[in-house]
């Protein structure tokens, strides 16, 4: 019945995210309009929309102890090989970390927003499949 749609990524140049996301993430062009343009990345349903701001917009909140966190990741299937390709092109802003059935690590965009790429093993109650169970026992 519900699901997610699109996820706004605050952008200071459109055309120049639409490059890094094209060809760091292998997002593809969905449709344009004033201000922004949509994108769908190789695998998901949920879009992400580049909007034109005038200003830097965070991309991160901060919980009661006052860590950062973002507001969304982004999976990806194979996490060593996607850490030595950002690795590579000089994007990691944080080491790779191993916990609970997931590993992750954060990248910088253009804008400086931090992206987190993570990758599930299928023992943790996250992985889609796992999150799949869920749904369908949910629906029935």
């Given at each position: 019945m519900f699901r997610i749609g699109s996820i706004f990524i605050p952008v200071s140049d459109v055309e120049q995210s639409l490059n890094w996301y094209t060809t760091y993430f292998y997002a593809q062009e969905i449709g344009r309009w004033e201000g922004g343009i949509g994108i769908c990345l190789p695998d998901g349903s949920t879009q992400l929309g580049l909007i034109q701001t005038t200003s830097t917009q965070p991309t991160t909140f901060k919980d009661a102890s006052g860590q950062a966190h973002?507001?969304?990741?982004?999976?990806?299937?194979?996490?060593?090989?996607?850490?030595?390709?950002?690795?590579?092109?000089?994007?990691?802003?944080?080491?790779?970390?191993?916990?609970?059935?997931?590993?992750?690590?954060?990248?910088?965009?253009?804008?400086?927003?931090?992206?987190?790429?993570?990758?599930?093993?299928l023992t943790s109650p996250f992985h889609r499949d796992r999150v799949k169970e869920l749904q369908t026992k949910g629906n029935n």
């Open positions: 973002v507001y969304f990741n982004i999976i990806c299937e194979d996490i060593q090989l996607a850490y030595q390709s950002f690795e590579q092109a000089g994007l990691i802003s944080t080491p790779l970390h191993d916990f609970g059935g997931m590993s992750c690590f954060d990248v910088r965009d253009p804008d400086g927003h931090t992206i987190s790429l993570i990758s599930e093993e």
